[in-house]
């Protein structure tokens, strides 16, 4: 069975700093693509950035290009998150995914797996 615990999220002001992280357990890490999503209060949830198994190809929403940072370590089966210059639209409950697929990144219902989900809060 595989569980995914995001980690990191908490409340900084704008242009602050914060680094998520998302342990995987299962044995599924290494050959899984990951993603992170994020859904504020009575909005859809959203793609935000996504790693390839290897970690060699990188993809990010218009929105955070340029200030988030997706990263793995296969080792830890862990994915990262680095998120700089936070703006409060950047508030919202944040999620790491799993998927074994080849259908889209963007798309939510292509994973198979998420974690519990992690609150980042930036205040203006």
């Known amino acids: 069975q595989v569980r995914m615990v995001e980690s990191g999220g908490g409340l900084v002001q704008t242009g602050g700093s914060l680094r998520l992280s998302c342990v995987t357990s299962?044995?599924?890490?290494?050959?899984?693509?990951m993603g992170w999503f994020r859904q504020a209060p009575g909005k859809e949830r959203e793609f935000v950035a996504a790693?390839?198994?290897?970690?060699?190809?990188?993809y990010y929403a218009d929105s955070v290009k340029g200030r988030f940072t997706i990263s793995r370590d296969n080792a830890k089966s862990t994915v990262y998150l680095q998120m700089n210059n936070l703006k409060p639209e950047d508030t919202a409950v944040y999620y790491c995914?799993?998927?074994?697929?080849?259908?889209?990144?963007?798309?939510?219902?292509?994973?198979?797996?998420w974690g519990q989900g992690t609150q980042v809060t930036v205040s203006s």
């Open positions: 790693i390839s198994r290897s970690g060699g190809r990188t």
């Open positions: 995914a799993a998927r074994s697929g080849i259908g889209s990144y963007i798309i939510p219902r292509e994973y198979d797996y």
């Open positions: 299962g044995n599924t890490f290494s050959s899984a693509a």
